[in-house]
Structure formats: C-alpha cells, structure tokens
C-alpha cells in the first residue's frame, strides 16, 4: 500500500527552515550551470549566426582572420569580375572590399579593450544583407561618420548616435547603430575604408572582399578560381565555415563549466543527502509506525525519494528564476559580456538564459534530488518497526 502523495509533500512544509536551506543550496548549483551555460551558448550563437551561406571570404594566403591580411587593389578590381559572382539590379558586383584595425576603446565601466573597426563601402550593406541600421543613418563617405553595432553602442564611451568617438588619429561622428541578429558583427564600428586606409596609413589597402556568389552558382569552383589566381596569393573560403572556426574557441569553456557543475553538484548532492539523513534520525517513531500499520519498505522508499525529488524540483524552480533575472541584470550592467575573439578584439555577447541551459541544469538537479535521497531513503526503508519504536 503506497503513501499518499501528501505525506512527503506535508514533511517538507512542517520541517520549512531545513526544506528552505537544501533548496538553497540546489538552486546555486542550478543558478551557477544555467548562467556559464548560457555564457558558451551565448558566445557560439553569437559566432555561429555571423556570416552567409551564400558569401565567400577572400584573404591573402596564410592569413586566419582578417586582421592579418592584407590585399591590393588590384586584387579587388580583379575578384569583382570572376565568372560566378553575383550583381545587384543596375549590373555592379557584388563584393565588398573591406580592411579592419583594432583601436582601443573605454568601456562605459572605465576598462579598455580593442575593438574591430572595420572599413566598408556602400555595397557591404547588400552583401552583409543581415545588417540593419535601426538608428539614424548610413555614413556619408568622405565625412568622418561612423555607425555602430548595438553591442558596441552598450558598452562603449562615446559610442551612442550624436556622439563622437575618437580612435586612431582622429574622431569620429556617430550617425547611426545597426543590428545584424545577434552576429558578431554587432560587436563592431564601420566607416568608410578608404577614410580608414588613410587613417591607419596601411601600406595595403584591404584586409580582404566578402563575395556574394551569383545563384546557382558552384561555390568550390569559385573559391578554386581565386585560390588559383597566382598574381595576388589569395585565397577563399565560406563565410559561415570562417565564423564557425572562431566558435570552436568557446568549446575549452565546456570543459569548465563541466567541472564546475559537477562540483557543485557533489556539493549540493552531499547537502542533501545530510537533510534527509537528519530528516530519518528525527522521523524514527513516525517511520516505526507507518512500518507497524502495514507499510511496505518500497512505500517508504518511493515516499522519501518523492521528498528529496520535490526538494531538487523547488531548488530547480528557484535557480531558474534567479538565474534568467541575473542575465538580465549582468548584460544591462556590464552592456554585455566581452570575449576576446581571433581578430584579438572584443566580442560582445548578450547574456540569454535558453530552453537547453535550463534543461542542462533539471538534469543535474534531478541527479541531486535522486543520489542525495536514495541513501537515506534506504535506510528509512530497512528500519524494522520495533528498532525504530524503541531507539525513538
């Protein structure tokens, strides 16, 4: 005969003080795996969200990002004409030569970190189509304007609309803020490139080209087209493998994270296996009873293991909660989290509690409430009604 469901359920409001604390207890468990979590899942959506399908990267051979690159304009004047390369309505190719620096800027906080500054042209807009200005306007070429990702915009001084920004040799008018889904491109500044060539005095003028290809078109062909090119070194790759490559960087953190829950979860397993030990000492009559009114040993198990189970399921609850408002609270305070990247500038991340970091973190809590009661329930269970009555 099994026990009503509201006898666990009763144990735990009676005893509030000690429920309170081992929920406590598991819900900064759940709090710590949700919040790194969702950190590594931030940082890979960030990265892995950056880039087209449809886009190619020309960089000079050997080169891992674009910081290291460099490419004439010869070079570009070439790559804008290969067979496959896609064009907008009035015929021009569409290929966006860009060059990128790493300027330090002054968090809002008062830190400095670098920055990726990089140059474009109108056409980048058509090409990196994800990018949306969403205040004010694009920069006029020519004129000292700058516009801003919306990570940039959070974090940095001088970095808001109508502000200006002083990097490199001069300051820079801020004319507009953009979004791109969450993309690592949020975590930039765009100018125009020859402005920014003849500020950083680069004796090249290009880091390197985002090419659209054409529809239809065989991207291995292309890219072999340009690697093939022997006259400037160049060579090609898909845009979204590029970005992919810089969130492998994000799974050392794994690692981690891994052993900071499964400390945690000890700790936590340990703190709920001395509660209900406690619980048992303290319940030795009521146990021997329930065993001398016909109480099965699995009843008393299956009901101990409900209230160590119920235990994990409200620190759970709490953890979640307290989690989801403290990403909040950490991304509006520290306007997001910077990562160092590649390019050996920041990135921004914006701190989003997910479905699957909550689900990482119920998994652990389950193994708490399930390790952390199966010993005491056992021994509840295995208690013999006259012992019980007696040591009571």
């Known amino acids: 005969m099994p026990l009503p469901l509201r006898y666990p359920l009763g144990n735990l409001a009676a005893r509030r003080t000690r429920t309170l604390l081992t929920m406590s207890v598991i819900a900064l468990v759940v709090i710590a795996t949700t919040l790194f979590g969702s950190l590594i899942s931030s940082l890979k959506r960030t990265l892995v969200s950056t880039g087209d399908p449809r886009n190619l990267i020309v960089l ?14 010869e070079a570009f004047q070439a790559v804008r004409f290969f067979e496959g390369v896609a064009r907008d309505e009035k015929g021009e190719p569409l290929v966006s030569p860009e060059l990128v620096v790493q300027p330090f800027f002054h968090t809002e906080r008062g830190g400095r970190e670098n920055v990726l500054v990089r140059g474009v042209e109108n056409v980048a807009l058509q090409v990196h189509d994800d990018v949306k200005i969403v205040e004010g306007r694009m920069f006029e070429p020519s ?42 491109f949020e975590s930039e500044v765009w100018v125009d490139v020859r402005e920014l060539a003849n500020d950083a005095k680069r004796p ?35 845009e979204t493998d590029y970005y992919a490559k810089q969130a492998e960087s994000a799974n050392s953190l794994y690692f981690i994270v891994f052993g900071l829950a499964l400390l945690a979860g000890i700790g936590a ?21 329930l065993r001398a009114l016909g109480f099965s040993q699995a009843a008393i198990l299956f009901s101990f293991l409900i209230e160590s189970l119920c235990l994990a399921a409200g620190g759970l609850a709490i953890g979640a909660v307290c989690a989801a408002l403290l990403g909040r609270l950490v991304s509006s305070l520290l306007g997001g989290i910077g990562f ?53």
């Open 204 to 238: 090249l003028p290009y880091s390197g080209f985002r090419v659209r290809a054409a529809p239809g078109t065989d991207l291995d062909a292309l890219i072999r087209r340009i690697g093939g090119d022997s006259r400037w070194a160049m060579e090609a790759s898909r």
């Open 60 to 73: 000079r051979k050997g080169s891992t990002n674009d910081g290291s690159s460099g490419l004439p304009l």
């Open 143 to 184: 004129q000292g304007e700058a516009i801003v990702g919306r990570g940039v915009a959070q974090r940095y001084q001088g970095a808001r609309v109508g502000e200006n920004l002083e990097f490199g040799r001069g300051t820079w008018k801020i004319v507009g803020e953009f979004e791109s889904g969450g993309s690592s």
């Open 269 to 289: 397993t340990f703190g709920a296996t001395n509660t209900l030990y406690a619980a048992v000492q303290s319940r030795r009559a009521e146990i021997g009873t």
């Open 340 to 392: 160092g990247a590649q390019t050996f500038t920041t990135s921004v991340v914006t701190l989003r509690v997910g479905v699957s970091d909550l689900i990482g973190a119920a998994l652990l809590a389950g193994l708490i409430g399930v390790f952390g009661g199966l010993a005491p329930a056992l021994r509840a269970a295995r208690m013999r009604p006259i012992e019980a009555l007696r040591k009571a």
